[in-house]
């Protein structure tokens, strides 16, 4: 089956839309700052993760649990962008999530 997007419904005004994307703040100052990309989908044998890097440089990597929704998951990216940021770190879940599964 193929996926399909929902029809398009009306545009929200610039207020109610900030108020709807939940304070992605970092996430915001990300794409902002850097000539990067966030990726979420599969990166196998993971079957949901989040990644955010600048070229091949990742800065975030997360999986998402079992029960987390893309919401949950995309609010953690935001926080650890912000962290990653503020600490000047790298925040990987995947490859440590993989080896484990070896």
Same mark, same amino acid.
């Given at each position: 089956?193929?996926?399909?997007?929902? $029809?398009?419904?009306? @545009?929200?005004?610039? *207020?109610?839309?900030?108020?709807?994307?939940? &304070? #992605?703040?970092?996430?915001?100052? #990300? #794409?902002?700052?850097?000539?990067?990309?966030? *990726? =979420? &989908?599969?990166? $196998?044998? =993971?079957?949901?993760? +989040?990644?955010?890097?600048? &070229? @091949?440089?990742?800065?975030?990597?997360?999986?998402?649990?079992?029960?987390?929704? =893309? +919401?949950?998951?995309?609010?953690?990216?935001?926080?650890?962008?912000?962290?990653?940021?503020?600490?000047?770190?790298?925040?990987?879940?995947?490859? $440590?999530?993989? @080896?484990?599964?070896?």
């Amino acid at each position: 089956m193929r996926w399909r997007p929902k $029809p398009a419904v009306t @545009k929200p005004s610039s *207020t109610s839309a900030a108020a709807a994307d939940g &304070g #992605f703040e970092h996430i915001q100052a #990300f #794409f902002d700052e850097t000539h990067g990309q966030i *990726t =979420i &989908g599969e990166i $196998p044998p =993971i079957r949901r993760a +989040a990644l955010a890097a600048v &070229g @091949k440089n990742a800065r975030v990597a997360l999986v998402c649990g079992d029960t987390e929704s =893309i +919401a949950d998951l995309l609010h953690r990216l935001n926080a650890a962008l912000g962290r990653a940021a503020a600490e000047n770190i790298v925040i990987d879940e995947v490859l $440590p999530e993989i @080896k484990r599964r070896r």
